[in-house]
């Protein structure tokens, strides 16, 4: 079985583009959430989705959006990019909504560059 | 405030030696702890995950302890490898949440 798949692996970018990364989640899992991690820092949170729906929002300001489509994949927008925007952007899925005892499977991330 | 803080930063040991690392929360009320590996431009792995009523999980060469009274874990990584150079974050969650607390990692790298 394929694990969680993110696109595009790398991209670059300049200030004030507009960017779109995408993932598909482990199949049958319902849940799909998004984090940042900058260059030596631990991932942030930043969206979690569940039966495309937003389930919950980190602190990030309202240039990142994200949705889940019928087939529980999911994008991530970054508008107006910032250079501070460079980081690993990573993709988990899990069965579920709750943080109980399920498994959470991240991706390989989308290594995002702007300049 | 929720926070999850890993010591060492960083750490380099010889190869067949062991090595601890610390993770120590505050997330409350608390639902389970999670170790990650994470290789270099990678996503992380999943190690092990504990809840409150376990102390101990085990994951081959990988060793995790959890005192849920002291809110302190230790991931112990017995005869170490080369390809055990990683970072190592801890993450935790607050029951009832969709979120999860990770730390910024403990960066180890095993020399030959």
């Known amino acids: 079985d394929a694990g969680v798949t993110q696109s595009p692996t790398h991209l670059i970018k300049t200030r004030g583009q507009q960017v779109t990364l995408r993932c598909s989640p482990i199949?049958?899992?319902?849940?799909v959430s998004w984090y940042q991690q900058v260059l030596g820092q631990g991932p942030q949170f930043i969206f979690q989705y569940y039966e495309k729906e937003e389930r919950g929002r980190g602190n990030f300001p309202d240039r990142f959006s994200a949705r889940q489509f019928p087939n529980y994949s999911s994008e991530l927008n970054v508008n107006a990019l910032l250079l501070g925007d460079s980081a690993l952007y990573l993709c988990?899925?899990?069965?579920?909504?709750?943080?109980?005892?399920?498994?959470?499977?991240f991706g390989e991330g989308s290594r995002l560059t702007v300049l | 405030k929720n926070q999850v803080e890993q010591s060492p930063q960083s750490l380099i040991i010889l190869e067949g030696k062991n090595c601890t690392l610390q993770c120590n929360y505050t997330v409350s009320p608390f639902s389970n702890l999670r170790w990650y590996k994470q290789d270099t431009g990678r996503g992380p792995v999943s190690l092990t995950i504990m809840t409150f009523s376990e102390n101990t999980k085990s994951n081959g060469r990988y060793t995790a302890t959890l005192d849920a009274d002291t809110k302190q874990s230790s991931l112990h990584i017995t005869a170490s490898q080369l390809s055990d150079s990683a970072s190592y974050i801890c993450?935790?969650?607050?029951?009832?949440?969709?979120?999860?607390?990770f730390g910024t990692g403990t960066r180890l790298k095993v020399l030959a």
């Open positions: 993450v935790v969650s607050a029951a009832g949440t969709y979120k999860y607390i």
């Open positions: 199949s049958g899992h319902k849940s």
């Open positions: 988990a899925s899990s069965l579920d909504v709750t943080t109980h005892t399920g498994e959470l499977f």
